[in-house]
T-cell receptor, first 113, second 110 residues
Framework: DPKIIQKPKYLVAVTGSEKILICEQY?????MYWYRQSAKKPLEFMFS???????DNQTASSRFQPQSSKKNHLDLQITALKPDDSATYFC????????????FGAGTRLSVL | SQWGEENLQALSIQEGEDVTMNCSYK?????VQWYRQKSGKGPAQLIL?????REKRSGRLRATLDTSSQSSSLSITGTLATDTAVYFC??????????FGDGTVLTVKP
C-alpha cells in the first residue's frame, strides 16, 4: 500500500484557474516537501515543512501556496495557472528535518491548457 | 556524468551486463544519495553514501564517493530488465532540500 498518497494522479486545468494538489503521508514523518519535475528541468525543490512550519521556500512565485492542516498533510494550492506550470508535482516526506532519506509519492501530473 | 552543465544521459545495455553511472557535484557535501525513478512513479532512494565511507554496497548496487574530486558513481552488476529507469544522484542541505542532477536514463534490454 502506498504510504504517501497524492491526489489526483492526473489533473487538467485551464489557464488562469486555481487547483489544489493533495498529499497525505502515513509514515509518521515530521517533515514534508514538494518537488516539481518538468520536461525541461530536473527535479526541483519547491518547499519544505517541519512540524507544519515552513522551513524553506525556493518557489519565486506567490501563486504557489502550501497548506498544512495536519502534520501528515501538505497540500499545494496553485492560483492563476499558466501553461508553464505544467509538470509533475511530487510530495515527499522524511523522518525529520535533516535531509536524509526522502520518500516520494507517485506524483500529480498537471497539464495547463 | 550528470549535474552542472551536463545534460540528461542515456544508456542502453543488455540484461546481465554491468553498468556504471557517474555524477559530479559543485557544492560541498558530506552525503550523496542515489535515487531511481521508474516510469510513472516517484523517485525512490537506492543508496546513501557519506563522505567517510568512500564505497557502499547494497545487493547488486555499489556506490562510491570521492570528495576530493566531488564525484560519485553508482554501479549495477548483473542488470535486469526491471532495472530500466532514470537514475539520479542528489545532495542535500541541512534544510532538507535535495538538489538532483539531470539523471541517467538506463534501458536494460531483455
Amino acid at each position: 500500500d502506498p504510504k504517501i498518497i497524492q491526489k489526483p494522479k492526473y489533473l487538467v486545468a485551464v489557464t488562469g484557474s486555481e487547483k489544489i494538489l493533495i498529499c497525505e503521508q502515513y509514515l509518521g514523518h515530521n517533515a514534508m516537501y514538494w518537488y516539481r519535475q518538468s520536461a525541461k528541468k530536473p527535479l526541483e525543490f519547491m518547499f519544505s515543512y517541519s512540524y507544519q512550519k515552513l522551513m524553506d521556500n525556493q518557489t519565486a512565485s506567490s501563486r504557489f501556496q502550501p497548506q498544512s492542516s495536519k502534520k501528515n498533510h501538505l497540500d499545494l494550492q496553485i492560483t492563476a495557472l499558466k501553461p508553464d506550470d505544467s509538470a509533475t508535482y511530487f510530495c515527499a516526506s522524511s523522518q525529520d528535518y535533516r535531509g536524509d532519506t526522502l520518500y516520494f509519492g507517485a506524483g500529480t501530473r498537471l497539464s495547463v491548457l | 556524468s550528470q549535474w552542472g552543465e551536463e545534460n540528461l544521459q542515456a544508456l542502453s545495455i543488455q540484461e546481465g551486463e554491468d553498468v556504471t553511472m557517474n555524477c559530479s557535484y559543485k557544492t560541498y557535501t558530506t552525503v550523496v544519495q542515489w535515487y531511481r525513478q521508474k516510469s510513472g512513479k516517484g523517485p525512490a532512494q537506492l543508496i546513501l553514501i557519506r563522505s567517510n565511507e568512500r564505497e557502499k554496497r547494497s545487493g547488486r548496487l555499489r556506490a562510491t564517493l570521492d570528495t576530493s574530486s566531488q564525484s560519485s558513481s553508482l554501479s549495477i552488476t548483473g542488470t535486469l530488465a526491471t532495472d530500466t529507469a532514470v537514475y539520479f544522484c542528489a545532495t542535500a542541505t541541512n534544510t532538507g532540500k535535495l538538489t538532483f542532477g539531470d539523471g541517467t536514463v538506463l534501458t536494460v534490454k531483455p
